[in-house]
């Protein structure tokens, strides 16, 4: 498996752009994405628990029923959800790329992200098709103007894409993600759009996804706030013609692996964007009776305020997270917990069999000063294991959440 | 049922103090308090679920599992948790003031607050028992001094006494709070001291506290992490001498109400007193499908890190309050969701039937810029109905839990 350049442009046959259309006031803003597969793609998609859905996703889940898409289109800036008028807004939407695209309407893939509870004017939307599928390229650029088409409150754009092999043959993936931002007055949101050549059944398709999202973009946490727009969109074109994924074996491994490549660097671009963040937390539990147990420690841990806030001021304060591992509801003997604070400075022991150790604060200090800090946390009770990703609680993150709307 | 001054020792036989012992390097900072009833009382209590529990929290429970009580010894700076010798300084605590009050040493509540992991020197403790025992007295001053034995970060002192009637006999019940407050390198505690000289019998008295909690400091949240160290308990030294309460009936209703007055005020004043906080949030579900439907929406929305940040703000985002109680988990239907928001300067409609209605945001900014603010949240599936009391989060939460411990 190799890096490449392209995100979402890298495998065969997928095309992007993105433009401002006029949702957002500010020009310089991309706010609308469009990608698009010269074949119709197999399609999974996976969506946000949260019982107030916006309004995309129910005419996306329709949309992809049969297992097939050739489109994705996504605005920012609004998230058409909790409106009378959402669902025709966001059917209007699939019909007018459509017919310019000259495809099927139910095979667009629909998404918005911004502010919830406010009408969407779908007319800059139709205004800007024309020139959003005129601009359709596969320059390595076509996939970062998609990408910024999609961003809200992000800092940074994300994309990666990845050869690899299924069979001897070449295959790419890559994807493109909007994390945890705000607008006016709007909630953390993430949507990912992930594009392959590979060659998979629909049913196989899907069941990579919901399969490696477990533990992936469910372990990621910002602000323990689910959105309502959340959505993982991977469509699969099967233009580098390996032979097809149709059921689980050595090929559905090796796209598996793929999969997870990119949704592991897209969750931990993410989480370090998350909203004022300023450092990566990544929290290894292993140790753990089961992986259930060692998930519901893992996520317990990143999503403690007060963890988060220590992160945030360098501090070892090991005694946060012997707190939130006692509160977290897992089967687990606190008394056999050891616990080490990692980063490229090194590692320290701070905490074993539940009680602290004498430990230097000037290298816990140094190392925690990183932008990249691993929570390491082994158990005494099992063999299993789990990943989380977070990010500190800063100023900026009550300050991007807390200042007035204008 | 009438407030009256006291605190923890307007209840007929009960004294209170409280010294500085030198724990705290702070000497203005009381940071030991004491309890004493002249007659041994009915003792109940609630603990912390976290599995981490602080070694006092084991002590006390063995001491008071004959139902009876008749001293509490608290101390601030040091939460005595996690450490190898905590229950032999815990039990060594308890014999040191038994032996100078010349009560049973299994007759006295210890409870400690403060940093946790690090050893606590009993030495301290015990030079000052003598001063803490010479001290007591039935002052006003001395609930207050106790109060403030017991304060780690909270910015005011948490106090209350009421008098009601059992039978036509006048009773007293009081009661003193520390909330969430954080030290060197602590995590949010709750600790509730209740004396009242009503006689009732202990099973009655757990059962009226159990029952209690449940609405009462169940449904507080600051930063939705559960402490090690919470505790609740209640004395009751029966020398009001009314017919005791040892069932259900008028007589134990009467003393319900009058403890959740009691509670309800203590859980207020901690919610306002939040870290960082600068508003008291309050969450009123109505028309539930049931009561645990009511509460975990009231506790979703008052643990949302976007809505405590929209508070903070004046910002009448009502699209969060909807999202938190779509992932709360709760059986609701969204789409009959009214939101207000209410403080004394009016209330406001901002959403129906789970979408944004028109109304004026200079109304709204002018309602959420006082300092208790209630967000009233109207579903449309059945009757039931709960409470949740919160705060805002500030820059000052991050500053207070993100500083370098020092």
């Not at 420690?297 to 806030?309: E, G, H, N, P």
């Not at 939130?324 to 320290?348: L, T």
């Not at 946390?377 to 099992?382: A, C, I």
């Amino acid at each position: 498996m190799k890096i490449i350049e392209g995100g979402v442009v890298a495998a065969k046959g997928f095309y992007a752009s993105g433009v401002h259309c006029g949702i957002r006031k500010n020009k310089t803003k991309k706010d609308l994405a469009l990608i698009y597969s010269e074949k119709k793609a197999s399609t999974a998609s996976v969506y946000t628990t949260n019982k107030v859905k916006g309004a995309p996703l129910t005419v996306t889940k329709e949309n992809i029923s049969d297992g097939y898409a050739q489109a994705v289109i996504c605005n920012s800036g609004n998230a058409n959800t909790c409106n009378a008028d959402g669902i025709e807004v966001a059917k209007s939407t699939c019909d007018a790329l459509a017919s310019v695209l000259k495809i099927n309407s139910n095979d667009v893939v629909v998404a918005s992200t911004g502010v919830i509870g406010q009408p969407l004017d779908i007319t800059p939307i139709v205004n800007a098709i024309p020139a959003l599928v005129d601009s359709l390229s596969k320059d390595e650029k076509a996939s970062k103007d998609a990408a910024e088409g999609i961003m809200t409150t992000d800092t940074r754009l994300k994309e990666i894409a990845v050869s690899f092999e299924v069979g001897g043959v070449e295959c790419k993936i890559g994807g493109i993600a909007k994390g945890s931002g705000m607008i006016h007055p709007n909630m953390a949101t993430m949507l990912v759009f992930i594009t392959t050549d590979a060659k998979i059944a629909p049913e196989m398709l899907q069941k990579a996804l919901s399969s490696d999202i477990k533990n992936t973009f469910n372990m990621v946490s910002v602000d323990g706030d689910t959105s309502t727009n959340d959505m993982v969109t991977v469509m699969a074109n099967g233009m580098a013609d390996n032979a097809i994924i149709d059921s689980e074996g050595e090929d559905f491994d090796a796209f598996m692996k793929a999969l997870n490549t990119v949704t592991v660097y897209l969750c931990r671009r993410i989480a370090a964007d998350g909203e004022g963040a300023t450092k990566l937390l990544e929290c290894e539990v292993s140790g753990a009776k089961d992986e259930q147990n060692a998930k519901i420690i893992a996520k317990s841990i990143i999503c403690s305020s007060l963890v988060k806030a220590a992160m945030f001021g360098s501090d070892a304060n090991w005694g946060r997270i012997l707190c939130a591992i006692g509160y977290s509801g897992a089967d687990v003997d606190v008394n056999r917990v050891d616990v080490f604070f990692k980063s490229s400075k090194g590692e320290i022991l701070v905490c074993e069999n539940g009680a602290g150790v004498d430990f230097s604060e000037e290298i816990a200090k140094e190392i925690l000063l990183e932008d990249e800090i691993t929570i390491v946390v082994k158990l005494g009770d099992g063999n299993a294991c789990a990943t989380s990703w977070g990010c500190d609680l800063t100023y900026d993150y009550v300050k991007i959440n807390g200042d007035y709307r204008t």
